[in-house]
Every structure is written in C-alpha cells, then in structure tokens.
C-alpha cells in the first residue's frame, strides 16, 4: 500500500498561470478530501467527494478554484490564474465510507511568483 | 474559529521528558482526532477520542477529552527525538463526520 500520492511535489508557476494539482487515493477508498495549509491560516478544508461524486466544496474559493474526480483512481484540483496568494502545501486525504480516519498524502507546494 | 487561542504553542523538551499538549473547542462534538504532522509529510492520525471514553491510550499516547469543558489534551510519556513535529487536533463540522477542522497546532522540538 502505497499510501495516498500526490503529485507533483512542487511546482511553481507564474502569477496568472494554471496549475492542475493530482492525488491517487488509497485503494478502496471512497471518500477524497482536499485541504490547503498555509502559516497564517493552517489546514483549511477545501472539498471533498465520496464515490467520485463532489459532496461539499464550501471551503473552496468561488473563482479559479475547481476540483474533480473523473475515476477512483484520481482526483485534480485546479487553480486558474493563479496569485501569489494561493501559494501554499496542498493536502489530500482519502479514507473508507463511515470511517474517521483520513490518510493524507505527502502534499504539494505550490509557490506562485 | 471553532479554536480557543490557547491552541497556538511551540514547545522544546528534552528526549525522554514527558508532554502535554491541549486543545479547546468552541462547537460541541463528541469526537476528537488528534494528528502529528512531520516536517515535508502529510498529518498522520495518532488517536480518535469519544466522549464516552473520557481517556484513551495508544502505546506511549494518551489522549482524554472532556465535553463539559470542551476541551482535549494529548500526552506524550518518554518523548523521543523521532517525536519532533506539529500536533493538531481535530473536530468533524457536519453531520456525517467527515468534514474536519483543524486547530493551528503545537509544535513540539524533542532535543536529543
């Protein structure tokens, strides 16, 4: 078991550039959550889907960001345009349907100039 | 913030001193997940308390949550260096459980 994958494990891009961040969950496992952790304001959910479907993105900011999870094998976060701002470690995190454990990934830093 | 702010602490002990770290919530729960997160990984959970258990013990851990005070702690007996790292602890924010909130952590520097 691999554990949750992330990648890439950094990129940097240019403010106003795309950047299109993959997580492989666990196998067998239904439930795919995205976070974001910054200094100033720590782990902050953003979204999460169970069986592939999208369950509740309230942590999501409403323009640039979108995620998605077209099989069980991947989910993508991507941010269009993106700002310095959203410089900071993506996290995602999967665990089993009516389990309390998520298994989190290594994340990825993304750090926009 | 679902945090009091006594959650933001850094702390630096010697390897084999015992720690205590805590953590104070303001919306009720009956769940409390506690995680450590070493430097360039993601958190890893540690222990989940339920308010019916009151103390719970995993290995050199233990965790204990009190809901009248709406509060958790998490100690650690015989702190190694390996043991260095950012604790959280964590409450779920919707009905089935799954959507956490993270506190902002205490940092813990366990010297050799």
């Known amino acids: 078991n691999a554990g949750v994958i992330q990648t890439p494990r950094h990129k940097v891009t240019g403010k106003g550039q795309e950047a299109t961040l993959w997580c492989e969950p666990i196998?067998?496992?239904?439930?795919v959550f995205w976070y974001r952790q910054t200094i100033v304001q720590g782990l902050e959910f953003l979204t999460y889907?169970?069986?592939?479907?999208?369950?509740?993105d309230s942590g999501m900011p409403k323009e640039r960001f979108s995620a998605q999870m077209p099989n069980q094998s991947h989910s993508t976060l991507k941010i269009q345009s993106t700002q310095p701002q959203d410089s900071a470690v993506y996290l995602c995190?999967?665990?089993?349907?009516?389990?309390?454990?998520?298994?989190f990934g290594p994340g990825t830093r993304l750090l926009v100039l | 913030s679902q945090w009091g702010e006594e959650n933001l602490q850094a702390l630096s002990i010697q390897e084999g001193e015992d720690v205590t770290m805590n953590c104070s919530y303001k919306?009720?729960?009956?769940?409390v997940q506690w995680y450590r997160q070493k430097s360039g990984k993601g958190p890893a959970q540690l222990i989940l308390?339920?308010?019916?258990?009151r103390e719970k013990r995993s290995g050199r851990l233990r965790a204990t949550l009190d809901t009248s005070s709406q509060s958790s702690s998490l100690s650690i007996t015989g702190t190694l260096a390996t043991d260095t790292a950012v604790y959280f602890c964590?409450?779920?924010?919707?009905?089935?459980?799954?959507?956490?909130?993270f506190g902002i952590g205490t940092r813990v520097l366990v010297r050799p």
């Open positions: 995190a999967s665990s089993s349907v009516n389990q309390d454990t998520q298994y």
């Open positions: 196998s067998g496992h239904s439930a």
């Open positions: 889907f169970r069986n592939q479907a999208p369950i509740d």
């Open positions: 919306t009720y729960t009956t769940v």
């Open positions: 308390i339920r308010s019916n258990e």
């Open positions: 964590a409450t779920p924010t919707n009905s089935a459980g799954n959507k956490l909130t």
